[in-house]
């Protein structure tokens, strides 16, 4: 059974950072394609950054662009969301995702695993 446990959030300042970070574990986490989400009480769940499973392919939402970076270690199992430059607006649960054929996407439907979340609160 394949298992995602995001950490890192908590409450920081706007223009503050913090980084998440997701292990992943009972899969093959080095052919996953990995993404972060952020849903809102009311709102869909949005695509905030993905990575395919070789590295060689990012891509960020147009709302982070400049300011958030997603990064992986395959040793470790785990996808990392650096978060600088925050906003108010970023506040939101965060949640990781697996993607079984490696390809990085933007839809939710195409993830195959999901973390339960981290809580991201910034103060203006």
């Known amino acids: 059974q394949v298992q995602l446990v995001e950490s890192g959030g908590g409450l920081v300042q706007a223009g503050g950072s913090l980084r998440l970070s997701c292990a992943v574990s009972g899969g093959i986490f080095s052919t996953y ?9 009311g709102k869909e769940r949005e695509f905030v950054a993905g990575i395919s499973w070789s590295d060689y392919s990012r891509y960020n939402a147009e709302s982070v662009k400049g ?5 992986r270690d395959n040793a470790k199992a785990t996808v990392y969301l650096q978060m600088n430059s925050l906003k108010p607006e ?8 697996a993607d079984r054929d490696g390809i990085v996407d933007m839809r939710l439907d ?3 695993y999901w973390g339960q979340g981290t809580q991201v609160t910034v103060s203006s």
Request: some cysteine.
């Open 90 to 97: 970023d506040t939101a649960v965060y949640h990781c995702a």
């Open 33 to 41: 394609a990995m993404g972060w989400f952020r849903q809102t009480p």
């Open 110 to 112: 195409d993830y195959d």
């Open 67 to 71: 300011r958030f970076t997603i990064s």
